[in-house]
């Protein structure tokens, strides 16, 4: 009768509401789920960068170093050489 349409009809109506409920929920789980994947490549990133700004920094340094030495070196030829 009249009454089972209407049964079916709200049945329906909730139905599709929950699918669509469903579907906007796990599509938003997703886009938090690939802003997650984001977040941690960009820290990666960050990390490579970080990684060989150090390994050059290091570099830079043993460079600075040896000029020091070699600069020594010839400072102390020179004063064997002027006495």
Known sequence: GPGTATWLGGTG???LGGFL???KFLSR???DRA???ADIGTVRRL???LDSERQAR???EARADQFAKE???LAAAVGRMEG
Do not use: P, S
């Open 13 to 15: 109506t909730i139905l």
């Open 21 to 23: 409920w469903l579907r």
């Open 29 to 31: 789980d997703a886009t």
């Open 35 to 37: 802003m997650d994947n």
């Open 47 to 49: 990390n490579e960068l």
């Open 58 to 60: 290091k570099e830079a």
């Open 71 to 73: 600069r020594n070196e």
